[in-house]
């Protein structure tokens, strides 16, 4: 077998950095730790309205007992007029991503 040895020198523009792609993973990861969203934020991340996420998402036993902060899971569910939902962004982020086809099927 033969290898051919050459050197580039490829132009990177000012407005840009070249990073590995594990690099690239962990600062996705870092983007939604800390972070919580609302009904607002999970609707528009989905592009599903609420009455819809609640009936495929949130109220179905299979992923209640999963996500309610209740049951050690990451969503809190309101439990009186007023009060407001809240989803760990990253965890809600990873479940939404493990359970697609769960989900929409």
């Known amino acids: 077998m033969q290898q051919l040895s050459v050197n580039l020198t490829i132009p990177i523009p000012a407005d840009s950095v070249l990073i590995s792609k594990i690099e690239l993973e962990e600062l996705k990861q870092h983007q939604l730790t800390g972070v919580y969203w609302s009904m607002k934020d999970l609707e528009a991340r989905i592009n599903r309205k609420n009455e819809w996420i609640k009936e495929h998402i949130l109220y179905p036993t299979q992923f209640r007992k999963i996500l309610d902060v209740e049951n050690g899971g ?32």
């Open 74 to 105: 990451f969503v809190f569910y309101p439990k009186v007029k007023g009060q407001t939902w809240s989803f760990h962004a990253s965890k809600m982020a990873e479940f939404l991503d493990q359970n697609f086809k769960k989900i929409y099927s």
